[in-house]
């Protein structure tokens, strides 16, 4: 089957592909936000779980879909080889840390907001606090995508659509715990299910954004692979890990963690 799937897009515009392969990732989003309509509580316990493992995956796929191809595919030797993986990933980092304090957002189990103050309600801002996990991410299998289009020979489309499938993976919990809180602060499901799914809908626009940028400069794929490491990092220390310490649950969130890595280094070496 995924032979299938590969085939298929390799049969169509790469950019068409990335707008298809981060579509998949925000459908997997909402599938986990659709859980509002059947429950009303999750387990703080299985939460802290499935943002680990969401950690982990994406630690895991910074380095085997990222960093790895950056740096094969510099050029030079040495330092001089590893400059653009370097340079990229501290400008992915800065990236987000910039978002971070002049977006408005709200972590989920942190009562003072970040970012500009804002009069806007608590549940937009949890919204938010959660889109800035997916800029990263659409950005990562776009620009993955636009290196097929370019021709990079680093670059292919079984990594790109592994990258796709495991973090299409971790969006599902993503999604559960945007609206989860939402439903028991007591917002309607549809409502809760509505707010939730759109946390991941500037994935494909990022991932679309992405594939274009490195299809017209394409010195730039290096970079930009390393820019979105840097920025997955980064959400994963700054907010993901931080969230699932606040309760007493840290070895079943430092267990998802090394599940989710586990996962996603399976899925690159075996499939991409």
């Known amino acids: 089957m995924f032979e299938s799937v590969i085939n298929y897009f390799e049969s169509i515009d790469p950019i068409l592909a990335a707008f298809y392969a981060t579509m998949f990732t925000w459908f997997l989003t909402a599938l986990g936000a ?6 009303k509580n999750m387990n703080r316990v299985v939460l802290d779980g499935m943002l680990g493992f969401t950690g982990g995956v994406m630690v895991a796929a910074s380095f085997w879909s990222l960093l790895a191809p950056a740096i094969e595919m510099s050029e030079g030797e040495g330092f001089v080889k590893v400059i653009p993986a370097a340079v990229g990933f501290l400008l992915g980092a800065i990236f987000i840390f910039g978002l971070d304090k002049i977006l408005p957002h709200l972590h989920i189990n942190f009562k ?25 991410e659409g950005l990562a299998v ?46 309607s499901r549809w409502k809760s299910f509505m707010y939730g799914q759109s946390s991941a809908i500037v994935e494909p626009i990022a991932g679309v954004l992405g594939a274009v940028a490195v299809t017209f400069f394409t010195p730039l794929l290096p970079y930009a692979l390393a820019f979105a490491a840097g920025a997955m990092i980064f959400v ?11 309760d007493k649950n840290t070895d079943i969130a430092t267990l998802g963690f090394i599940g989710g890595f586990i996962v996603m280094m399976t899925l690159d070496v075996a499939l991409g």
């Open 34 to 39: 659709s859980f509002v309509f059947f429950f």
């Open 236 to 246: 994963v220390v700054e907010e993901v890990i931080p969230e699932t310490q606040q």
């Open 112 to 136: 003072e907001t970040e970012g500009i103050k804002s009069p806007w309600q608590r549940t937009t801002l949890l919204v938010l606090a959660i889109t800035l996990h997916n800029i990263p």
């Open 142 to 187: 776009g620009v993955l995508f636009g290196g097929v289009a370019a021709g990079i020979p680093e670059a292919s489309i079984a990594g790109a659509v592994t990258l796709a499938i495991g973090i299409g993976i971790q969006n599902f919990p993503e999604g559960i715990a945007v609206s989860m809180p939402l439903r028991r602060m007591g917002m």
